[in-house]
Structure formats: C-alpha cells, structure tokens
C-alpha cells in the first residue's frame, strides 16, 4: 500500500482530491492533509508518505519553496503538481525538483489515475534501485571483512598476495591507520542467557549497533576469528585517529564513537566496551601484527575493570605479574582431577576463583593463561572430557573470560563436568572389576569362594566390594554363587546319568542333603523332580 498526502490551503481542493484518490481503484492510501508547505514537511516526519499530492499557490510556504525542501530532504518521495495556474515559473520548478506530473485544474479521474501509476512506478523502480545498491554496499562489506579476517589469522600471509586482493576489493592500503579491537565484558553471559547461547547472533546485533553508529563505509570492520570480537581499522588521518594520537601524547582523547558504542550496548544488551588499539601502521600486511599489540593491550587490563575500558598499546610496557595461580596448585589440581575426587577440584577451583578476588590488579590476560594452564590438566587426567563437553573447553571458552562473573561460571561449569566425568569413570571402572570378578566366580564357583577371599585377592574392602557387586549385578556375592552353581547342577541332571551325590560335590556341595535343600528353594523341586521332569529329553531317570 503506498501511502498519500494531500496538500492545497483550500479545505475543499484537498478533500475532493482525496474522493478522486480513493476512486482510483490503486493500491493506494491518503494518510494525511496539510494547508501548506511547512505543515506538510512536519507531519511528513510522523506519517512518511511514498507520494505527495500539492497545489502550488499556498500561504506561508508555497509550492516552490516546498517542492525544494522535498528534493533537499526526501528524495524519495514522489511529487504530483496539481494547480490553478500554468505560470511558467510554477512549471520551471516542478521540472527542476523533478516533480512525476504537472496538472492543470480542474484534473480528471484518467488523468489523476495516470499521474498516479506513473509516480507509483517511480518509486517501485527507485526501491528496486536502492535495494540493488544495499544488497552491493553489503556483499562488499563482507567480502572486504571476511579479507580483513583471513589477513588476521594469517590464512592469507603472502604480501603480494594481500596487496593484490586489496586492490581488488578498492581498500586503500597506502594509508596509515590503528587497529582496534572491542571485545565486551559478560558476552559470553549474554550469549547463554539472552540469545540461547547463540554468540554469533549477539554480535551480528552489536554489529548492526556498531554500523548505526558509524555508518556501512565510515570504517572497515571485521569479526574476530572467534567470533566474540569486533575489529575495525581506523585511519590516522580520521577524527577518531587524531583521538588516539592525542592519547598516545598525553592529552585528554574525545572517544566520542567509542563512547556511544558503549552507551548503546549498555543500554541494549547489558554489556560494557573493553577496546585494545593497536599503534601505527602501514599497509595490510601488518593487519596480524597489529591485531596482537591491540590484544595484548587489552588483555593487560584489570579482570575487576569496569565502564568503558580504551586501551593504547605500548611496546615497551611489561606486562604486571599477578599470577594467583602456583605451581603447588597446579599439581593438586592435576591430583584432583586425576583421582576424580568432587570435593577436592571443586575447593581447589573455589580457592583458586577466591585468590583471583582478592587480588586486584590481577589482568585479564592473566586469568585467562591461568585457565588455558587449569583446562590441559583436566583434559590430560580426564581422558575424553573435552569431546564430552566440547563447548567448555575450546578456546573461545577461556578467551571469554574477561570480568569476575565470566571466570565464576566457568570454574563452576568445569567443576560440574569433572564431577560428572568422574562418576561416570568411576562407573566404568567398577563395572570392569566387578566383570573380572565374575569372570573368575565362572570358573571357581565349584570352590569354597566366600566374599572375603574375593575382597583379598580383588585388594577391596568386603563390605565394600558386596555393595558394588550389588550395584553393578544386582545380585548380592552368595546369591550369584548359589545361582551358578544351582544352573550347572541343572544342566548336569539334564546332560548325565551322574548320581545326584556326585553333582552336588561337583558343584561345591559336599553335604547332599544340603544340596537338595537349596536346589529345591531355588527351583521349586528336588534334584530327583528336576531329572524325572526332563526324562524326555535327557533320557535319564536314575538318581
């Protein structure tokens, strides 16, 4: 439906353009009548119209001085001119501020009808026209961040081979520029919570926040290769770059687009900026270098920071060494995990999360070493854990860590995938001891086998050893024994012509009567029943 407004001083002019209008039988609306030019400019803000409708003969502002305002503001909109007058002034402007047509009242249905259809396929062909240009400006735009990404992460390393694919994509790459990298504290927290742990979704909304800000060509504009960053490579010439020399000098730096980055996704997303800048650089092929000092800048920020956090790298700053992690807790972590021991990793972690607190200028990038250091002793005495739980423990887990909250769930989240790992191996581990036992009560189960010589020589506690043999067989140890033994006493009734005193010495009974006693309890029969009910098949029926 394409949206009109009608605009002519005189109250009658409007409303009996409006019947013709609506008897036009087109897919089209009047939306809103004004008396002159500066009414219509107004309500054209609240009501955005496709066409405008207007007589040039108006108080206040008229036809000229409007159909100017509406090629300087509102180049999409179509104009119809229908006036009283064929004064060649009138004509000359509808022609220069390319009005669609000029009619001479009093106007016909056809006539209207037509101007009509006309401005209709004006604006479709105009739409069809900037959708095409969109579509470009985007396809351009990836295809220039996916190059800056692939430069980055050194997927494209040759000189020769960037400068020519630079070229190709028209980005200037004589001109000097810094690298700023922008990550965001609790996106991983976000990511779960709001986006159902969807973290390409949350940046493609910062990103779309990122380009309201500054537009689709201002700067170009990358995601990190894991996904949880933005990139953009500022020029130094630029307003934004005199801000990071000013800082880089010592003065006072106006982080304007920063700062409104920041205030937007506060507001939006309940995340906090945490940028890293990168120093001067010369042509693309220094892209992967400056992606590490705009990094390391960052990661060398406080884990307890907050607000909005600018950092600018400095080659000469050492890193500050707030390590809350000791070589002693790295081997009773390893001991911890390695023996599957619950209480013992997650008070270690605990210990550990509760250090990291204390300490206040412990540095992002130190906590997150100290995790990658946490994560290889899990996945080397845990066996399988990090394919049972792969999305805790790729890197991008880790690297996501960047405020107190983010570390606690992680620690919390590992601590619950090595409790779970280690039931399930101590799990495992018992059913194959309690199979070595069975397999050895198979082929002792004649002897005089009691639970303790089973405990002696499997090196376990009995009382313990009878609760997992329960749990695992759902048997208790003598009523598996009883069971064995009684099944190779049926099959020696069935099979042989042995006397039932032989077969209960054979399967461990050297009391015949008791013998029978627990046959009968187990089968509903004597030994002399069970033979005689299966005479036919065994053909036997001595006792």
Known sequence: MYKVMVVDDETLGRKSIRKMISELLLDVEVIAEAQNGE??????????????????????????????????????????VISGYSQFEYLKAAIRYQAC????????VPELRESMVQAMEAIRRYMSLQQQQRETREMRRMKRGAFLQNVTAQRIANRTD????????????SESYRLVVIRFRR???????????????LMFSIDNILREILGDERMPTFISDDGMGCCLIVSEDSPEGEAFATAEEGGTPGYKWLEALHKAVQRTLKLEVLAGVSGVCEGYEELREAYRAAERTLL???????????????????????????????LAIRQAFASGSASDFRRLLEDYRTRTNRSVDITIGQVQRELMIIREAAESEMKGIAA????????????????PGELRRLLAEWADAAEEYGAGRRETDSAQLIGQLVDYLDAHYFEDVSLIDAATRFHLDPSYLSKLFKSVTSENFIEYVTRKRIEKACELLRSSERKISDISELVGYENQRYFSQVFK???????????????????NTKN
């Open 187 to 201: 996106f991983s927290e976000v990511a779960r919570t709001g986006f159902h742990g969807n973290a390409e979704l």
């Open 300 to 330: 060398h920020e406080c884990l307890h920071g907050s607000g909005l956090t600018v950092s600018l790298a400095n080659p000469s700053e050492q890193p500050r060494n707030t390590a809350a992690l000791t070589s002693f807790d790295v």
């Open 388 to 403: 049972a739980h792969p999305a805790l423990y790729e890197t991008a887990a880790v690297a996501g860590v960047t405020e």
């Open 162 to 173: 960037i400068m020519q694919q630079a070229r190709e994509m028209q980005m200037d790459a």
């Open 101 to 108: 047509e000029y009619l001479l009242k009093p106007v016909s």
């Open 521 to 539: 309890k187990n089968t509903g029969q004597t030994p002399s029943e069970y033979r005689d009910a299966h005479a036919d098949q065994t053909g």
């Open 39 to 80: 009414e219509a400019l107004e309500l054209i803000k609240i009501g955005k119209p496709h066409i405008v409708v207007t007589d040039m003969n108006m108080p206040v502002m008229d036809g000229q001085r409007f159909l100017e305002a509406l090629h300087e503001r509102y180049g999409d909109i179509r104009v119809i």
